[in-house]
C-alpha cells in the first residue's frame, strides 16, 4: 500500500500547486466514472485503480473496462477508460507499456438527466423562444462519444492542445494585445461528418480533463434559429440577451463554460449579402461579434461553432476564429476502424460471435488483397464505402443485421459480413434513386 500511495503522489493533479502543470499534458490519462452512489473520496479510488492496472495484459483505446472482479471497483467504480495523445499510432505493447509509468487520473461522475432548455424573450410581454439547450458536464449523454468519432488526422488531440495553451497563456498573464487569443474554434466541411458531435464530445472531454481545475463544466447549445425573431427587429436584442445569460454562467470561476453554435452561418451571415435582406440580420451579426470580443478574455470560456457552408460567413467572424478546421468524409482506414468498433460492440453485446480475429487497421494493410480472410472483407467493404459519411457508416451495420441476418439467434462473422455487404449496396442504390429523382 506504501508504494501506491507513491505513486498516488506523483501521479494524481489533485494536490499540486502549479495550476498550469495541472491541465492536459500527460500522455496517458486514466477516466475513471465513480459510481454514483459511491461517498469514496476519489484518492482511495485512485489507490485502488492504480494496483488494478498494474496487473493488466492488454489495454482497449475503444472500449472502457466495466468488469473489475474486484469487490471494492465493483461497488465504486463504474468504468476505466485509458486516453493516449495520439491513439492512431500506438500499438497494443506501447500502450501497456505507457500505463505502467506515470498516469494522471481523471475520477469523476456522471450527471444524468438530459439538457435544460433555456427560455428567453426580446422585451416584457413578448413571446419566450427556446434559446439554448444546457448540460451540466460531464455528463451521460456524451460519454464514450469522444473515443468514438474517428478521423485519420490527430484533430482531436489538436483541439485538447488549443484548449490547453489558450489556459496557459491566461496563467501567465500573457498579452492578448500581442498575442491574440479569441477562443473560437470552426468546424468546417459536407455534412454528417461529426462536426457537432465533435464540438459536444470536446465539450465533455475539457470538463473531464479539466476537473482539478473547475467543479465541473457546462455546454450551451444555441439554437440559432430560434434566436430569429418572427418580429424581425427583436432578433438582435434575443442575440445579446442569449450572450448575457452567457456571461453569467462565466463569470462563476468554478465552471468552465463550452457555447456551441451549430450552422453558425445562422447568425453570421456574410453581411455583404445581406443588402436585400432586413437590416435586422446585419444587427444580429454585429451582435455576435461584439460579444464575442467582449468575453475573450474570460480564461474559462470555449466557443465551438460549425458550418456547412463557410462561403456564406461573415468574413470578420472566419477571422476571429482561432481555429479553422475541415473535417471531411472519412478514409479507407477511418472506415475501416468505424467498422471495426462497431462490430466490437456487437461481439461484446453478444450478438455476432467470432469478431475477435478482426484485425487493427495498421495490420491489414500489408496483408494480401486476395487474402479471403474476414479482415480483408471488412477492408474491402471500408473502400467500397468511401464517399459516404460517418452518420450514415455507423447506420449499415445495423440495417445488415435488421434486413440480411437472422438476428433470433447469434450471428456468425461470414454471415455479418454479408449482410453489411447488402446493407451497403442497398444504402448506394438508395443514394442514387434520390440523386436521379433530385435531377
Not at 36 to 50: F, G, K, L, Q, Y
Not at 300 to 325: C, Y
Not at 380 to 388: E, H, K, M, Q
Request: proline fraction near 3%; include cysteine.
Amino acid at each position: 500500500m506504501e508504494e501506491c500511495s507513491v505513486h498516488h503522489q506523483e501521479s494524481s493533479l489533485h494536490n499540486h500547486g502549479d495550476r498550469e502543470d495541472d491541465m492536459l499534458e500527460r500522455s496517458v490519462v486514466v477516466e475513471v466514472v465513480q459510481a454514483d452512489t459511491s461517498p469514496i473520496h476519489a484518492d482511495m479510488i485512485e489507490r485502488a485503480v492504480n494496483s488494478f492496472i498494474k496487473k493488466l495484459s492488454s489495454i482497449d483505446v475503444y472500449f472502457p473496462i466495466t468488469e473489475f472482479h474486484n469487490p471494492f471497483l465493483e461497488e465504486h467504480v463504474k468504468s476505466i477508460r485509458f486516453c493516449f495523445d495520439d491513439e492512431n499510432n500506438i500499438t497494443d505493447k506501447e500502450r501497456l507499456d505507457m500505463v505502467q509509468g506515470l498516469l494522471s487520473y481523471r475520477v469523476f461522475k456522471l450527471h444524468d438527466g438530459g439538457p435544460e432548455v433555456e427560455e428567453i424573450c426580446a422585451g416584457d410581454g413578448d413571446e419566450a423562444v427556446e434559446a439554448a439547450s444546457h448540460w451540466i458536464l460531464p455528463c451521460t449523454d456524451f460519454q464514450d462519444l469522444w473515443e468514438n468519432l474517428i478521423y485519420e488526422t490527430n484533430v482531436k488531440n489538436e483541439l485538447l492542445r488549443f484548449v490547453e495553451t489558450t489556459l496557459l497563456l491566461a496563467d501567465k498573464k500573457v498579452n492578448t494585445n500581442i498575442i491574440s487569443c479569441n477562443r473560437v474554434v470552426l468546424l468546417h466541411g459536407p455534412p454528417g461528418t461529426g462536426k457537432t458531435s465533435l464540438c459536444k464530445a470536446l465539450a465533455q472531454k475539457v470538463a473531464i480533463r479539466l476537473n482539478n481545475r473547475y467543479t465541473h463544466g457546462q455546454l450551451i447549445e444555441i439554437n440559432s434559429h430560434s434566436l430569429f425573431s418572427k418580429y424581425f427587429s427583436e432578433s438582435g436584442k434575443l442575440v445579446q440577451k442569449m450572450f448575457a445569460e452567457i456571461r453569467e454562467l462565466i463569470d462563476d470561476p468554478n465552471a468552465f463554460v463550452c457555447v456551441l453554435i451549430d450552422e453558425v452561418e445562422s447568425l453570421a451571415a456574410a453581411r455583404k449579402r445581406t443588402g436585400s435582406e432586413p437590416s435586422d440580420a446585419i444587427r444580429v451579426v454585429n451582435a455576435v461579434l461584439t460579444q464575442l470580443d467582449a468575453m475573450k478574455h474570460y480564461p474559462n470560456l470555449l466557443i465551438l461553432t460549425t458550418s456547412n457552408i463557410t462561403g456564406s460567413i461573415d468574413l470578420a467572424f472566419v477571422d476571429r476564429a482561432d481555429i479553422k478546421q475541415f473535417i471531411g468524409l472519412p478514409s479507407q482506414s477511418a472506415i475501416y476502424k468505424i467498422y471495426q468498433t462497431c462490430i466490437q460492440e456487437l461481439v461484446r453485446t453478444k450478438i455476432i460471435i467470432g469478431g475477435d480475429n478482426i484485425l487493427p487497421v495498421e495490420t491489414i494493410k500489408y496483408k494480401d488483397p486476395e487474402d479471403s480472410c474476414a479482415s480483408m472483407e471488412l477492408w474491402r467493404l471500408a473502400g467500397d464505402s468511401t464517399g459516404l459519411s460517418g452518420r450514415t457508416l455507423r447506420k449499415i451495420p445495423f440495417l445488415g443485421l435488421a434486413m440480411f441476418c437472422n438476428v433470433s439467434r447469434k450471428v456468425d462473422m461470414k454471415s455479418f459480413l454479408k449482410g453489411l455487404k447488402k446493407a451497403l449496396e442497398r444504402q448506394k442504390a438508395d443514394r442514387e434513386e434520390l440523386k436521379s429523382e433530385d435531377e
